[in-house]
Nanobody, 127 residues
Framework: QVRVVESGGGLVQPGTSLRLSCSTS????????VGWFRQTPGNEREFVAA?????????YYANSVKDRITISRDSAKRMFYLEIDSLKPEDTGVYYC???????????????????WGQGTQVTVSS
């Protein structure tokens, strides 16, 4: 069975950094993309960043977090990471990892580009 599990969230202080992890299992994800979305209070779920298993697409980021976000992967471990630097209270929310077959490029920032989702991990940025 395909599983996608996020971890690494928690209560953090503004100005610090945090790395979230996304573990995948159940099948090979060659030709798949992995993306991070977040649901912040009072807002719709929004795209954060995306990367793919086999470098079919270049990693890319939402403009709102572009200068503070790094997405990376360890394919051997089937792990994908999202690092957020200079955390702000506005970063508070539930962060979701999605995995989707790359049927066409350019869909990494769209929920329709993903087939499997994790349960989310809560990030709370507060002093």
């Amino acid at each position: 069975q395909v599983r996608v599990v996020e971890s690494g969230g928690g209560l953090v202080q503004p100005g610090t950094s945090l790395r979230l992890s996304c573990s995948t299992s159940g099948r090979s994800f060659t030709n798949h993309r992995v993306g991070w979305f977040r649901q912040t209070p009072g807002n719709e779920r929004e795209f954060v960043a995306a990367i793919d298993w086999s470098a079919i697409e270049n990693p890319y980021y939402a403009n709102s977090v572009k200068d503070r976000i790094t997405i990376s992967r360890d394919s051997a471990k089937r792990m994908f990471y999202l690092e957020i630097d200079s955390l702000k209270p506005e970063d508070t929310g539930v962060y979701y990892c999605g995995v989707g077959l790359i049927r066409r490029v350019g869909m990494g920032n769209n929920e329709g580009g993903y087939d499997y989702w994790g349960q989310g991990t809560q990030v709370t940025v507060s002093s």
